[in-house]
Nanobody, 121 residues
Framework: LLEESGGGTVQVGGSLRLSCAAS????????MGWFRQVPGKEREFVAA????????YYADSVKGRFTISRDNANNTLDLQMNTLQSDDTAVYYC????????????????WGKGTLVTVSS
């Protein structure tokens, strides 16, 4: 079970930190990721991190602004979001495991219910 937290409303240029807590099983063997979805649009990949945190991957739209991290000891996944823009407004979901098919990332088993991030101008 995955549960996101940390969403809210922030002004353009501001920062938020999202967290995803896993319960019921350990996540330390999974590559994990964050996705986001705007109503009426497809869910899109945001960032992913390898099982040990050694490798991270980002969508071009967030590269240099967002940082994904994990703490396997505490079964948590974080997303630090800086320099937020209006286009970052969405419901953010964590997922595990995540798999890359060519240039496409997908969550294949566990999903949280999402947390809403609103960036206001």
């Amino acid at each position: 079970l995955l549960e996101e937290s940390g969403g809210g409303t922030v002004q353009v240029g501001g920062s938020l930190r999202l967290s995803c807590a896993a319960s019921g099983r350990s996540i330390d063997s999974y590559r994990m990721g964050w996705f986001r979805q705007v109503p009426g649009k497809e869910r899109e990949f945001v960032a992913a991190i390898s099982w040990n945190g050694g490798s991270s991957y980002y969508a071009d739209s967030v590269k240099g602004r967002f940082t994904i991290s994990r703490d396997n000891a505490n079964n948590t996944l974080d997303l630090q979001m800086n320099t937020l823009q209006s286009d970052d407004t969405a419901v953010y979901y964590c997922a595990a495991p995540v798999v890359r098919y060519g240039t496409t990332w997908r969550g294949v088993e566990y999903w949280g219910k999402g947390t809403l991030v609103t960036v206001s101008s």
